[in-house]
C-alpha cells in the first residue's frame, strides 16, 4: 500500500503510515471541528491495511492534547488495530505529563493488545 | 444532499437496525432475539467506552484548565513587569532628559559667554570711540556696556531653546 502522509495543522495531527518502513505515526494536537471528516480518511486506509498487513507494524500515538471526539476516533482506530497481527502499540507521552499517561492506561482497558508506555526522549 | 455524519454513526446505524426490527410485525421471534441480544452487546460495548471517554476528557479538560491558569498566572506576571518597566522607562525618560537640559545649558552658556566677549570687543575697539568723539558724557558708554550685559540673559534663553528643539528633534529621529 501506498504511503499515508497528512501534514499538521493548527488543529489536526501529522499522520504519517509508512507500511514500506513497518512505521506508523499520528502525532502533534488534536482538536478538530470535524473529527469524523478528518479521521475518516486514515481509518479507511487503516481498514484496507488491516486485511494485507505487513508482517510488523509499529503504531505510534504522539499526542499532546486532543478534544473528546477525537479520543472516541482514537478508540476506533484502536478497534481497528485489534485486527492486525505483528503489531506494537507505542503510546509516547512526556515524563511530567502524567495525564497522557494515564489515558493510554485507559485505552488500555478496552483494547486486546498492550499499549506500550513511552517516556518522550 | 449527504448528511455530515458524527463519531458515533456506526452506533446510531445500530440503533436503527434494531429499531426497524421492533417495529416489524413480520420477523421471527428468534431473529428479535437475536437482534436484542446484539444491542445488549453493543451497549455493553458503548457503555464501557462511554467509560473510559468520559474519563479522559475529564482528564484532559482539567489539564487545559490548568494550562489556561498557568497562563493567567503569567499574564498577570507579565503585566506587573510591564508596568514596572513602564515606570523605569519614565525615569530613565526624565533622566535623560535633565542629562540633555543640562548639557544644552553649558552649551548655550559657552555661546553666550562667546557672544559677550565678541561684544565686549566690539565695543570697546569700534563704538566706544565713536561715543568719544561724539559725546561729552562719561556714562554713555557704560550704560552701553550695561544694555549688553542686560542682554546676555534673554540671548542665553534664546539659545538654549534652539538647541533643546534641535536635541529633542534628534531623539525623535532615532529609531
Given at each position: 500500500m501506498d504511503r499515508l502522509y497528512i501534514k499538521a495543522t493548527e488543529n489536526t495531527p501529522k499522520i504519517d503510515f509508512n507500511p514500506s518502513l513497518e512505521q506508523f505515526e499520528i502525532s502533534g494536537k488534536s482538536?478538530?471541528?470535524?473529527?469524523?471528516?478528518?479521521?475518516?480518511?486514515?481509518?479507511?486506509?487503516?481498514?484496507?491495511?488491516?486485511?494485507?498487513?505487513?508482517?510488523r507494524t509499529v503504531f505510534s500515538f504522539k499526542l499532546e492534547y486532543f478534544n473528546?471526539?477525537?479520543?472516541?476516533?482514537?478508540?476506533?482506530?484502536?478497534?481497528?488495530?485489534?485486527?492486525?497481527?505483528?503489531?506494537?502499540?507505542?503510546?509516547?507521552?512526556?515524563?511530567?505529563?502524567?495525564?497522557?499517561?494515564?489515558?493510554?492506561?485507559?485505552?488500555?482497558?478496552?483494547?486486546?493488545?498492550?499499549?506500550?508506555?513511552?517516556?518522550?526522549? | 444532499m449527504t448528511k455530515k455524519l458524527n463519531v458515533f454513526h456506526k452506533e446510531a446505524s445500530i440503533l436503527e437496525k434494531v429499531k426497524q426490527d421492533i417495529g416489524d410485525e413480520s420477523i421471527s421471534k428468534e431473529t428479535l432475539e437475536k437482534s436484542y441480544q446484539d444491542l445488549a452487546s453493543h451497549y455493553e460495548k458503548l457503555l464501557k467506552e462511554t467509560k473510559v471517554l468520559t474519563s479522559v476528557s475529564d482528564r484532559l479538560h482539567t489539564k487545559l484548565n490548568d494550562a489556561n491558569q498557568q497562563l493567567n498566572i503569567q499574564k498577570n506576571e507579565i503585566g506587573e513587569v510591564n508596568e514596572e518597566l513602564q515606570l523605569n522607562n519614565q525615569v530613565l525618560q526624565d533622566t535623560i532628559n535633565m542629562l540633555m537640559k543640562a548639557k544644552v545649558g553649558q552649551k548655550a552658556s559657552s555661546i553666550v559667554l562667546l557672544i559677550a566677549i565678541v561684544l565686549f570687543i566690539f565695543s570697546e575697539w569700534f563704538i566706544e570711540p565713536i561715543i568719544e568723539e561724539n559725546t561729552t558724557s562719561e556714562y554713555t558708554g557704560l550704560f552701553l556696556k550695561g544694555i549688553i550685559a542686560l542682554l546676555l540673559k534673554p540671548i542665553d534663553i534664546v539659545i538654549e531653546r534652539f538647541l533643546m528643539r534641535r536635541a529633542m528633534r534628534n531623539v525623535n529621529k532615532q529609531p
Open positions: 482538536i478538530p471541528e470535524d473529527s469524523l471528516g478528518f479521521y475518516n480518511p486514515v481509518m479507511d486506509w487503516l481498514e484496507e491495511y488491516a486485511k494485507s498487513p505487513s508482517g473528546t471526539s477525537s479520543s472516541k476516533v482514537i478508540l476506533d482506530i484502536l478497534y481497528i488495530l485489534e485486527k492486525i497481527s505483528g503489531l506494537v502499540v507505542n503510546w509516547y507521552y512526556d515524563e511530567d505529563d502524567e495525564d497522557m499517561e494515564e489515558t493510554a492506561s485507559e485505552f488500555n482497558e478496552v483494547v486486546d493488545f498492550e499499549i506500550n508506555l513511552v517516556i518522550n526522549e | -
